[in-house]
């Protein structure tokens, strides 16, 4: 399929379906973390299978850890047996992709090295918020060259780590990635954020109980302050859970047609931003239902516009803008200035996209304004962007004609999209 034009079907009706995601990124992406700073060998079970997450992998195991899949896996799970690194290893280097979570997450690992790790990634990666990171890295003792990438982390071995105050308002990532290492620094760490509010909460709290679940002391009662105590991190035996926010796309899916779909395994309780897609996409007009089946999101065929702040679920911003672009009121967005600092701009790309089939959005400063209007089939552009790309294939359900650029890169985190896309559209009414 390449960076081709993908034909984005239009449904045939009412989409009948049962849509089974693989496992978080999120998730994932600190569990193998996780599990290569424990203190023995362990098991990441339903791990998920895609671009952002074999990087993880790769970046992981260039630092030493050993992954081995065990049982049967698919084209995007595997169950991992985890092997961590006896000492983290230098001399080596690291390819981010365009991977928020291995930008992020890994440099604080080798930071614990024993010799150079150089990162690099795509191109758009190089303008990802990075400086806070790796300025916080300095200040808790690393020898650090650079302040976006490429940059290179002089590891000595160990890290004293400490106290620290960063600006984390671009990116949640900023905090965890020094949270999910910090029991292994000499003293731990404490960061203080001090600037507009960090993005993301629930992928902060999802941290912290990651964390515990490895049995650190993490503490986050304090507002902007969390703190990991130095010590061991335990071995585990973990199960992923579905990725619920790249259930989006399938959820939208029965609000577009007017159909129901189920996504199974959805947790009762999580931390995962995309149980946010309950409220919302019941304010936007589905009924959502939360059963021992799973979750059953069920449309009218009608959808109602939204005023939502997504500050703190702003991986969800493009399937809801999506939405709205075929809604039959108007939305507002608010609260995702941020998202300037993803895949892409995406306040930028999606309006871009939304008015280039004839719709009207809007960029204001923290999000946007979309104001239905009949739109026409024509490119939807995805930015190396996964979310972008899904959010074409939403608006194509209901336009002929949506040609999506680069269908593919869906691949950074559900690399069977196309194919789970056909087979729930195979079950129209
Ligand atoms: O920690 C994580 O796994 C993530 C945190 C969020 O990042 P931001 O806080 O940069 O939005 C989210 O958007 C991203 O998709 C995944
Ligand atoms: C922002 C995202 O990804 P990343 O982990 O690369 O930041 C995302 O998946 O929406």
Redesign the pocket.
Known sequence: MGEGLWDAPVAPGAVEATVRVPGS??VT??ALVLAALAEGPGTVRRALRSRDADLMVSALTALGATFTPVGEGTADSVDWRVEPAAAITGNTSVDTGLA??VM?FVPPVAALADGDVSFDGDPHARKRPMGALLGALRALGADVEGDALPFVVHGSGGLPGGDVTIDAS?????V?GLLLSAARFDKGVTVRHEGPP???AP??A??IAMLRDAGVEADDSRPDVWHVAPGPVAARDLTVEPDL?NAAPFLAAALVTGGSVTIPDWPESTTQ?GDALRGLLSEMGGSVELTPRGLTVTGTGTISGIDADLHEV??LTPSIAALAALADSPSRLRGIA??R??ETDRLAALAAEINRLGGRARETEDGLEIDPRGLRGGEWRSYADHRMATAGAIVGLAVPGVKVQDIATTGKTLPEFPAMWAAMLEGSR
């Open positions: 990124k999120s992406n600190r928020g979570t992020r671009a990116s949640s990532q900023l965890s960090v993005p993301s992928h902060l999802m941290t926010s931003p702003g991986e941020h998202l600092g993803h």
